[in-house]
């Protein structure tokens, strides 16, 4: 079902990015070609602001609003709508994601540097975030909640979110998006998907207040927005196809490695899945289940094409090839179903996030773990993390010096000053010694 790529007798001190690369599969996406074809819709938008979202919105989406702001009582509407499974669900997994958010702010610090000069640390909320939620293949709810509740957590006081309209849903986001910010108490919410959306709250519009940072995934186009639209706002990763590594061994169930590998093939034609296993029987096994299990799926021709695409079975000789094959890879998401998994966990250093043990699978960290499910993918997890609270927060420094204090560091500052030639700052300093 998925193509074999073997590994045995390399030393994992050979298995790195360099060596792999080109041999491990993954899907390409250009985002410096959107790049170009988005760039101009974004300064067409810092220029035209409302007008020009409204006319790309009839154009990519087939809906023309007069304006981007969904109405009150549509989200009302919505919530009241909302199958109480779901919203029950939905509940639970605010409930859960707030106390894993809420426990990452970091305190106040204040270090004595000398006497009299002490620094204090102090992480400020953004004014306003402004939260993209897709609108693709399928509605994102959970979406909703991975990015606000983060914003809501580190204490940011404006929160926007924009999504995607649907013309069968007369030009409105979808009712589940709707409903989770209704739950959320988050009330402005604008029917706008895309670049244009992104554009939107990095400038500003007579509909839509400019935000400080830019959370949420999306497509190539949405990534590329953020590349475009970096150093006007903050933003978050640059998400791309999802993606899974499983590091099995043989006391791993192939019903569940299967299982799972399905689970993310069932996301986009571009999901990249890779088992990496030490034990060719279950690779068998694995296959044998995938061959049961894909005809059965609802999404059976998506998950066929990621599964034959960009996935691949790796063999390997032992835990720490696995290890190093995982983070040459550098996944979004790393399921471990081996034996002393916690362990084998506390060794990775590159994977957006990181499930232990035959009963922790990614569909728990997408809904209901509590973490984030918006991760960094293509590798990118060797350098940027899922979203948190930190993106909603900026780190202030606050300085506090006396007057011998300034004065015993006086001397070191005529020295840096001098050799940077800016008298003028050394004279700042001496000013107050004189005084």
Known sequence: MISRIDLRGRPASSLTRTELAGVLPRAATDVETAVAQIRPLCEDVKRRGAEAVREYTARFDGVDLATTRVPPQALDAALAALDPRVRQALEEAIRRTRRVHGAQLPAE?????????????????????????????????????????????????????????????????????????????????????????????????????????????????????????????????????????????????????????????????????????????????????????????????????????????????????????????????????????????????????VFAGPYSPVSLGDYLAGSNHVLPTGGTARHTSGLSVFPFLRLVNVIECDRAALAGTAPLIDALGGAEDLDAHVQAVRVRDES
């Open 109 to 353: 610090t204040a270090t004595q540097v000398t006497g009299g000069l002490t620094v204090t640390g102090r992480f400020v909320p953004v004014g306003r975030a402004g939260v993209y939620v897709p609108g693709g293949l399928v509605a994102y709810p959970s979406s909703v909640v991975m990015n606000i509740v983060p914003a809501q957590a580190a204490g940011v006081a404006s929160i926007a979110v924009a999504s995607p309209p649907q013309d069968s849903n007369g030009g409105l986001p979808h009712p589940s998006v709707l409903a989770a910010c209704a739950l959320l108490g988050v009330t402005e919410v604008h029917a706008a998907g895309g670049a244009q959306a992104l554009a939107m709250f990095a400038y500003g519009t007579a509909d839509c207040a400019a935000a400080d940072v830019i959370t949420g995934p999306g497509n190539v186009y949405v990534a590329a927005a953020k590349r475009v639209l970096r150093g006007v706002v903050g933003t978050d990763g640059e998400a791309g196809p999802t993606e899974v590594a499983i590091i099995a061994d043989d006391t791993a169930d192939p019903r569940y490695v299967a299982a799972d590998l399905v689970a993310q093939a069932e996301h986009d034609e571009l999901a990249a899945c890779l088992l990496i296993t030490t034990d060719a029987a279950l690779a068998d096994e694995v296959d044998a289940e995938l061959s049961r299990q894909v005809p059965a799926a609802r999404h059976r021709k998506r998950v066929q094409t990621a599964l034959k695409g960009q996935s691949a079975c790796v063999l390997v000789d032992n835990e720490d090839a696995a290890l190093a094959v995982s983070d040459a890879w550098a996944p979004e998401h790393l399921e471990i179903q081996a034996r002393d998994a916690a362990k084998l966990a506390a060794r990775v250093t590159n994977a957006g996030a």
